[in-house]
């Protein structure tokens, strides 16, 4: 007796301890932009560090969708939104369930049987299940699914022992319910997404198929969305130069650019940051993007973790796919303080230019953020082999170019650090 007791406190702390560590790596991103930022750090950044330096590990804090630069394609896109529906829809679900069995216990109506425990048995761990893949896409670092692969282990297993309870507790009633339900998805499409398991013979087969079937599926999806995310890109190459263009319309800006950069026309002390024997990597953007500090520590108002507007990051960041990205931080205060938009980002221009005529939409001016590639071999690389789980990053300096006259207003270098110092940051 004691020791099944002591076996199900061992489960119980399992399953929690499982769900813990997912939210503790998804929400990263929530903590990322949060005044406690450094503190989270100082606990899980050397976890991060420990991964990165071993090639069998490097790859888990990678990213595997675009975070900074904009899905430049439909597929990508709906991806995206798939993420905000599924986080939306996945912690709402799971709230009402939580309600609906809590309110069982306290009624006492035995075999929760109502709403969509008419179809699924466990729909608070689908909920979940749900919410963590919205969570993954929202913040793709590889290490998210691997963790998210776990949970959904545990998920499998805790689900399987409350079975067994249950119909030691409740019998043949329990049996009837178990026949015309699924038991993480109505019956009809869990029967056809498991018809294969069904070939498993034996006690141990089905369980030790579904842990290895799992990260190969989540982790082996996460693979397939990158590839896919490093072909759509929008790259251009010149020399030891790769730009990608954070926003999609800008796709036909980059040659020009690059061939701006190239003549080597401008402020020689960060332009001489670029040096023929090394690769580097441009990213082209609007000058107040809000994402910048992700990339290099440009200035303080791209140090968002410094902004104190947490919540209201996040929920934007969910509900606005796509215009969180194109909204500069000077506009996302405008917003909260109920101020002009474009008042506020003329008179927080990070060039500083206060000019009622031009309008920030409509501006011809880019920043080019760029970092030196480090990795393995002495041949040059270009393009999505930049991008490699072997690079290292490292920024140098940043250009402000007049994409309508070709003149190179600016270039300054910067420290080898981003916004957020040491801290592993997307690539994408």
């Not at 425990?117 to 689908?126: E, N």
């Not at 009837?176 to 398991?197: H, I, K, N, Q, V």
């Not at 490093?230 to 954070?246: D, K």
């Not at 303080?300 to 990051?313: D, E, I, M, N």
């Amino acid at each position: 007796m004691e020791n099944r007791r002591l076996g199900e406190r061992l489960k119980s702390i399992a399953a929690r301890g499982g769900i813990i560590v997912f939210f503790i790596m998804a929400f990263e991103v929530l903590i990322m932009i949060s005044p406690f930022a450094f503190f989270f750090y100082s606990v899980f950044n050397p976890v991060l560090h420990w991964l990165q330096d071993y090639t069998a590990t490097r790859w888990l804090t990678g990213f595997f969708l675009p975070h900074m630069i904009l899905p430049p394609t439909f597929f990508l896109k709906a991806v995206r939104v798939t993420g905000s529906v599924l986080f939306v829809a996945g912690a709402t679900t799971f709230f009402i369930c939580a309600a609906q069995v809590y309110s069982g216990k306290i009624f006492g109506w035995g075999i929760a049987h109502r709403g969509l425990y008419r179809w699924v048995r466990h729909p608070q761990y689908l909920a979940l299940g749900l919410w963590g893949t919205g969570m993954s896409i929202l913040w793709p670092r590889f290490l998210v699914l691997a963790s998210l692969s776990v949970m959904f282990i545990l998920y499998y297993f805790l689900a399987r022992d409350e079975e067994r309870r249950m119909l030691a507790r409740f019998g043949e009633g329990y049996r009837e319910y178990m026949d015309r339900t699924g038991m993480f998805l109505p019956r009809a499409l869990e029967s056809r997404l498991s018809a294969p398991l069904g070939l498993l013979r034996g006690g141990i087969r089905k369980p030790v198929a579904v842990t290895l079937c799992i990260p190969i599926v989540v982790i082996g999806a996460g693979f397939l969305l990158r590839t896919v995310t490093l072909g759509s890109l929008p790259l251009e190459s010149r020399r030891n130069v790769t730009l990608v263009s954070i926003l999609p319309e800008d796709r036909g800006l980059s040659a020009r650019v690059l061939e701006q950069i190239s003549k080597g026309a401008g402020p020689s002390e960060a332009l001489s940051a670029i040096r023929p024997d090394r690769d580097y990597l441009g990213y082209l953007m609007p000058p107040d993007y809000v994402m910048q500090g992700m990339i290099a520590d440009t200035g303080g108002a791209f140090q968002l973790h410094q902004q104190h507007h947490t919540f209201a990051f996040i929920a934007d960041w969910i509900f606005n796919p796509f215009e969180h990205l194109r909204r500069s931080p000077a506009a996302q205060m405008a917003a909260m303080h109920h101020v002009d938009p474009a008042v506020a980002r003329r008179h927080h221009c990070p060039l500083g230019i206060d000019r009622p005529d031009l309008r920030c939409e409509s501006c011809p001016i880019r920043r080019i953020v760029l970092v030196e590639i480090d990795h393995e071999g002495s041949r040059h690389r270009s393009k999505t082999g930049l991008f490699g789980f072997d690079t290292t990053r490292v920024p140098v300096a940043f250009v402000d170019v007049d994409t309508r006259t070709g003149e190179i207003l600016n270039a300054k270098r910067v420290g080898a650090a981003t916004a957020w110092p040491d801290i592993p940051t997307p690539a994408i």
